[in-house]
């Protein structure tokens, strides 16, 4: 199954924002997220989010040099 941002959001469902990245990991581990998801949601800056657009569109940005 392809990573997509509706696969990655349905893990962070109830999520409170703004949420930092140890809120994002936890509440996607805590919703049976998978090594993939978790993976990707590892490579996002440690900031707050302010909403779940926000998350998909960092995980869909080439890492920062």
Same mark, same amino acid.
């Given at each position: 199954? @392809?990573? /997509? @941002?509706?696969?990655?959001?349905?893990?962070? $469902?109830?999520?409170?924002? =703004? &949420?930092?990245? *140890? +809120?994002?990991? *936890?509440? &996607?581990? +805590? !919703? $049976? &997220?998978? *090594?993939?998801?978790?993976? &990707?949601?590892? /490579?996002? =800056?440690? !900031?707050?989010? *302010? %909403? @779940?657009?926000?998350? %998909?569109? +960092?995980?869909?940005? =080439? @890492?920062?040099?």
């Amino acid at each position: 199954m @392809p990573l /997509t @941002p509706f696969r990655i959001q349905k893990f962070l $469902g109830g999520l409170r924002y =703004p &949420a930092r990245k *140890e +809120q994002v990991l *936890e509440r &996607a581990r +805590q !919703r $049976g &997220a998978d *090594e993939r998801v978790l993976g &990707a949601l590892h /490579t996002l =800056p440690d !900031r707050a989010y *302010e %909403s @779940p657009i926000s998350i %998909s569109r +960092q995980i869909g940005q =080439p @890492p920062a040099s």
